[in-house]
């Protein structure tokens, strides 16, 4: 079993609609964060949160400690959102990270 | 701020070749990462630094893998020889704080083994 699980693995949408991308952990974190990897290969930090919520623009982070559990979501979704979102949790030494989720905003 | 220089960003070459990786990360950030993207999954750990200290390279295939951090600065990846599997793409991270604060990444090194 993975330490970090994202749901789901492919996601498509139609331009405008809301996003959820879910990620479950099952060690102990000090902090999540919330990554975008275009299809070049770069990565992006978009957030990292430790508890509650973050707002980046059309972009929201959540957390629940309690539930291990985060979710992203994106609001009024354009095709440049395209890309693979993973999570990734830090126990304070190190990274695990989620397989990602590949989302794909058609015009 | 400047952000985590990878150089090349693309690499073709044939198996058991060897080839090499650079990294430079963000000015005074202590831990450095790289890790290896198969393509259609997260990235897995290839060693971590800590300055110039190795703190986990459990995963690092020795036998033809090795890496280095002179001067707990800039960072070298090298594969010797390479095998077709290798293909992917190499990342190389950084942190203040290992895990704790926010990570950030290079634009990777695309290698591909014919």
């Known amino acids: 079993k993975n330490e970090v699980e994202q749901s789901p693995q492919n996601l498509t949408a139609q331009e405008g609609e809301f996003i959820t991308i879910n990620c479950s952990y099952s060690?102990?974190?000090?902090?999540l964060h919330w990554l975008q990897q275009h299809p070049g290969g770069g990565i992006v930090s978009l957030f990292m949160?430790?508890?509650g919520k973050k707002k980046h623009g059309r972009l929201i982070a959540t957390i629940n400690i309690q539930e291990k559990h985060s979710s992203l979501h994106i609001t009024a979704s354009h095709p440049r959102d395209s890309a693979v979102y993973i999570c990734a949790v830090g126990p304070g030494n190190q990274f695990y990270f989620g397989t990602g989720t590949s989302l794909t905003v058609i015009p | 701020e400047a952000g985590v220089a990878q150089s090349p960003r693309y690499k073709i070459i044939e198996k058991r070749q060897s080839v090499a990786f650079w990294c430079n990360p963000i000015s005074g950030h202590a831990t450095l990462y790289w890790y290896q993207q198969i393509l259609g999954q997260g990235p897995k750990l290839l060693i971590q630094?800590?300055?110039?200290?190795?703190?986990?390279d459990s995963q690092l295939p020795k036998d033809r893998f090795s890496a280095e951090r002179l001067k707990g600065v800039d960072s070298t990846l090298k594969i010797q020889p390479a095998k077709l599997e290798d293909s992917a793409v190499y990342l190389c991270?950084?942190?203040?704080?290992?895990?704790?604060?926010?990570?950030?990444f290079g634009q990777g090194t695309r290698l591909t083994v014919v």
């Open positions: 060690v102990g974190i000090s902090a």
């Open positions: 991270a950084s942190s203040l704080l290992a895990g704790e604060t926010e990570a950030f």
């Open positions: 949160l430790s508890s």
């Open positions: 630094f800590q300055n110039n200290g190795v703190v986990d």
